[in-house]
């Protein structure tokens, strides 16, 4: 099967992320894979509930982390569960296509949706050099992969 029809068979949900949230140990993975560190600044875009944001800053001790996601309730949640823990995050509750990340030193971006990447693009080009955007889904349009991992 190819990928973009896997992709077509999901639920729409699930394509967006709206009611995904991944296991602590894929964050770890992937947080390894890109070599997260303390200089790092991170922006989880569509944060959820802000797990991530917590891996980041208590097992990685990266400078900032950022979440955004459009879903006040899931920005509320994540809230609590960050402020429980004493983490200093920024949390914003808007559409992640209005979200300004210029000192972003890493990206966890994993739309699927292809009007979102499109939109989005024209925002990573902006970024700083050497700024990583990690993908779930597939790599970004006209965009070779640094590393892959399955």
């Known amino acids: 099967m190819k990928i973009e029809d896997y992709l077509n068979s999901l639920p729409e949900n699930i394509l967006s992320g709206e009611d995904v949230q991944m296991p ?30 917590s891996i980041a800053l208590e097992e990685y001790n990266v400078k900032k982390a950022t979440g955004i996601d459009n879903n006040q309730n899931k920005i509320n949640i994540a809230k609590n569960h960050l402020m429980k823990k004493n983490l200093e995050v920024e949390l914003v509750c808007e559409d992640i296509e209005s979200t300004e990340f210029e000192d972003a030193t890493i990206i966890l971006f994993w739309f699927a949706d292809e009007k979102i990447i499109n939109s989005m693009m024209k925002k990573f080009e902006r970024l700083k050099s050497g700024t990583r955007i990690v993908t779930i889904w597939g790599p970004l349009p006209g965009c070779l992969p640094d590393k892959v991992r399955f």
Do not use: A, M, T
Not at 29 to 47: A, M, Q, S, T, W
């Open 24 to 53: 602590d140990n894929s964050f770890r993975e992937i947080f390894n894979l890109v070599d997260l560190k303390k200089d790092d600044v991170f922006y989880h875009l569509g944060c959820g509930e802000g797990r991530g944001l």
